[in-house]
């Protein structure tokens, strides 16, 4: 009797086993995807995350979930999923901040995330943008770097934090440029937005959907968009290269990647669906929204991309001294 | 004239049948989550957001609203009725109203929050819609020296207002500016007190935190005498107030509202200021202020009335900046992101039946709530009366989830199980926790605004004086503290406080 129980658990492990592998892979997905996202629910990353992640429930035909944790700087969302089974049942949302920047920034990141993780794709690039007060007499990006050359020291500006991406885009401008400037560095663009809207701070650069409401009422004045070519949100704004530095280029970006491992036929399939879905008629709209435009590059193409700015933010952190601890 | 048509479309779209569902949905929930305590609106918001995604934005953002305002009403029935603040805004409604209903008028207690409420609701309602735009202006002169000037007042009256010893109220302020100390410093970015473990990088979770020590800590106060935790009344009756004390608590509520709606128009502000706010000016000013701690109904009608003001106010500069004044705000502005509309100015004039809408939805939701509140509070009540071995595995389960919610962090729900041991022994050894967590809150914004200011001014310190609003604030705060400390107010303080 007992005999012949492990002979069918046997029987039936072999058979699971010859199952397993082929079919798991042919019917991909076959439950929920999570997605974690490495910022608080209700910011920008997270609207984006959850336009991309509906289009791509709708391609795949499985529920993609969105989980946030944005504690340390998003640290602990990357850190789980590089812990995370290979398996393409879990996806990071791969951004400036998180993949390329903290490691140069805090002492105790744990991983290195571009050998921890398989780069997906690119999904989309926003770009940000230079703002002044409504009465401010700066009209252009021009005028702004002429008048804090002239004044060492005493031109301030604001940033959605230590290491933000609106941090360290005016830090390149900063460097570019070879300015002397203070930095008010406030907990997320809203309060920050707060003090250049009272004149408090002389500029800010910051993301489009954060200021958009002032710029079309008027209170607060665009100057130029940090990308190398201009914003359909914002046509008429010149780019910070046009305007005098045609090597100035930064912009947020967002993209996904999987844990190492994952195997190639799985990452195909999820990059084709996340290209199927930011292309879609639903999701550009959305996009457009947040200020940014669709990319869908490849695996490799995303990885160089990620070396590339890996190093470049590296630099500019290192000759700031900002980094922490 | 054009105000009128403005609510008349904003009537015409909060009316509608489908908006109408879904502001029963948000008013009905939140009064849930007020009557538990341990959940709040914070988590409850933070976990229907990915709900709201489907819906369209005038209903989502409609529910999300109801549940903030609604849990103003739910939290007052719980304060009154065991003793036990259903949401952190209700934790001054316990002092008289749970010594109201042990004297046999709960009714009349839980009448006046509801009727306060109302008030304040409606008055704040017409508030939003005349004033909105000009008044988000006034918050707009609030710049870093103003706001360090405003939580030195905070700091101040929280002391003022603590009940029994003012070292023990000073203690725990400073505690809980200890613990807010926790986390990066957000001028440099440097690690304080985390012992390197990334979780403690954003600071101690305040959910955890709150939930912990009010929450869980009552619930072991609860769990050591078995029987001593019942609903003072089983079955309310006398919801009619009499003439008498309508008399007694038209002033309160009149104040309570004004207070309220300043306090929630003023960032970081909000409901639960406004009623500590509302209780301690009343206490000075009521001619029964013996009463007071002793089941004073002015003790009830203040704070309820300021707290739901200061609720439905704190949209002001939501709606016309895009700024949020508390955490529940910002969980609105999120929602709005998300459906595609960028919070500023710009939302009146594109969005105007968003704006509208959600303003007139606000007094419906109000009307739903008084009807939810007096004549089904026998069912709140029943909620209650859940047997302690039911309802306290429920509600710590909802706490967990509900610390568990807002990072997705496992250790988040240990910190709240920690401070819940805090909670107890604070409650043991007779401190009152409320000083600190309003320590722990305006601690590290003090300190943030402080040293931007300083920042922004190159280190000269006379920015607090010589900026008008900074030093009336400041001027308040002193005079505040000079009474406190004076002899023969403080006498009088400690009379008052001594039960």
Known sequence: ?325 | MELLGDLGLGFATALSPFNLLYCFIGVALGTAVGVLPGLGPIATIAMLLPITFGLPPVSSLIMLAGIYYGAQYGGSTTAILINLPGESSSVVTAIDGYQMAKKGRAGPALATAALGSFFAGTVATVLLAIAAPPLAEVALEFGPAEYFSLMVLGLVASVALASGSLLKAFTMIVMGLLLGLVGSDVETGTQRFTFDMPEMADGLNFVALSMGVFGLGEILRNLEHEHTRSVMVKHVSGLMLSKADLKRIAGPVLRGTGLGSVLGILPGGGAMLASFAAYSMEKRLSSNRAEFGKGAIEGVAAPESANNAGAQTSFIPMLTLGIPSNPVMALMIGAMIIQGITPGPNVVTDEPELFWGMIASMWVGNLLLVLLNLPLIGLWIRMLTIPYHLLFPAIIAFCCIGAFSVNNSTFDVFMMALFGLVGYALIKLDFEPAPLLLGFVLGPMLEENLRRAMLLSRGDATVFVTQPLSLGLLLVSLGLLTAVLLPNIRSKREEAFSE
């Open chain 1, 1 to 325: 009797m007992l005999r012949k129980k492990s002979t069918f658990i046997a029987a039936a492990a072999v058979v699971a086993s010859v199952f397993a592998s082929p079919v798991l892979a042919q019917t991909y997905p076959n439950k929920t995807i999570r997605l974690l996202v490495p910022y608080a629910a209700g910011g920008g990353t997270d609207a984006i995350a959850r336009v991309v992640a509906q289009g791509i429930t709708a391609q795949l035909g499985q529920q993609v979930v969105v989980e946030n944790n944005g504690s340390a700087g998003g640290n602990l969302a990357t850190q789980q999923a590089a812990k995370s089974d290979p398996d393409g049942y879990t996806m990071l949302m791969a951004n400036q901040g998180p993949m390329v920047v903290n490691p140069h920034l805090f002492k105790n990141v744990k991983i290195d995330p571009l050998t921890a993780f398989d780069p997906v794709t690119l999904i989309a690039e926003a770009p940000l943008v230079v703002v002044v007060p409504e009465n401010s007499h700066i009209t252009s990006v021009k005028q702004l770097v002429e008048e804090a050359a002239k004044a060492p020291g005493k031109m301030t500006y604001g940033s959605a934090g230590n290491g933000s991406a609106s941090h360290l885009a005016t830090l390149l401008l900063a460097e570019t440029a070879n300015l002397d400037m203070v930095h008010a560095p406030y907990k997320g663009a809203g309060p920050a937005i707060t003090d250049l809207l009272g004149g408090r701070l002389d500029f800010m650069v910051t993301t489009i959907p954060s200021v958009f409401g002032f710029i079309d009422s008027g209170k607060l004045k665009p100057l130029a968009v940090t990308t190398s070519h201009r914003t359909k949100r914002l046509p008429d704004l010149p780019t910070i290269a046009e305007s005098g530095w045609p090597n100035y280029q930064a912009a947020a970006w967002y993209g996904f990647a999987v844990p190492k491992g994952t195997p190639p036929e799985i990452i195909k399939t999820l990059r084709d669906a996340t290209v199927a879905a930011i292309n879609s008629p639903e999701v550009v709209p959305r996009l457009a929204i947040e200020g940014a435009e669709p990319v869908g590059n490849t695996p490799e193409e995303f990885a160089a991309f990620m070396k590339q700015e890996s190093a470049r933010w590296a630099e500019v952190i290192k000759k700031a001294g900002i980094g922490l601890d």
